[in-house]
């Protein structure tokens, strides 16, 4: 195995991630409840809320009172998703840290989530990222479909670099490589993280797995040795994206903690605190258990 680095950042995206396609919509408190324990099991960069309108997307609404419950006196960074210029007005006037936006690497699924062609919609981003840092915010940038898309099937590499490039020149902090359809395979990962590396050299990146092929948590070890400083995790493993039919969880961060626990990679995070928070949020979302393996498993080695 390739040397890897002995730290990874991990970005818990469960409380928005991990709800936007459940049927069940969790009130305003169990969602917080939800932030809290992240916090607690040691997350110290969390996806809280998304400024979706309410009326399209019922699972996130009540931004505000989330952005406003949080506790002032965090030692951890509060992210929010915002996908237009009412949604960066609405983030704007919160206490959140960072900014999250989003790109499209295609047009099929551009055109099947938004309506617009990525084209628009990514350009409509870049001068968000504008007026976010203006206003004192960090932001990054997650492009969906970055690893293929549902409708269009696989997306140049080279098209995807060109995408980043221009995200980095409109000056985003960070940005992040959706594997939005679950269909990365660990050579993907090694070639798209290299060309968009170049591409958009300087801006740090991060890489968002799904685990549709049961190939999410293989792209985290080839992300590990390719180098990649920063992953996103939902707790439990939930999440997906109603515009990818099929399309697995997210991999789960207490699983995904585990493996870099095993591997003597540094996180910050407690795998058992957040394996109970998976089984948690499970029930309070009806599901039968997490979609996550390790409090179905248990820690290894066992005690004695």
Known sequence: MAHVQTRVEIVEVGPRDGLQAEERILDVATRLELIRRCAAAGARRIEVCSFAHPKLLPQMAGAEEIAAAIDPDRTWSAIGLVLNTRGLERALATDLDEINFVGYASDGYAGKN?????????????ELIGAARAGAKRTSITIAVSFGDPIEGVVPVDRLAAIAARFAEAGVDEIAMGDTAGVATPADVAERLAAVRTAAAGTPLRLHFHNTHNTGYANVVAALEAGIEALD??????????????????????????????????TGLDAASLAGTGTWIAGELGHDGADAML??????????
Request: net charge negative; no cysteine; hydrophobic share 40%.
């Open 114 to 126: 938004t309506g617009a062609t990525a084209e628009v919609r990514n350009a409509e981003a870049a």
């Open 233 to 266: 995790a939902s707790v439990g493993g939930f999440g997906g994206s109603p515009f990818s039919p099929g399309a697995g969880g997210n991999v789960a961060t207490e699983d995904v903690v585990w493996i870099l626990d095993r591997m003597g990679v540094e």
């Open 295 to 304: 409090d179905r498993a248990g820690p290894w080695p066992p005690a004695g």
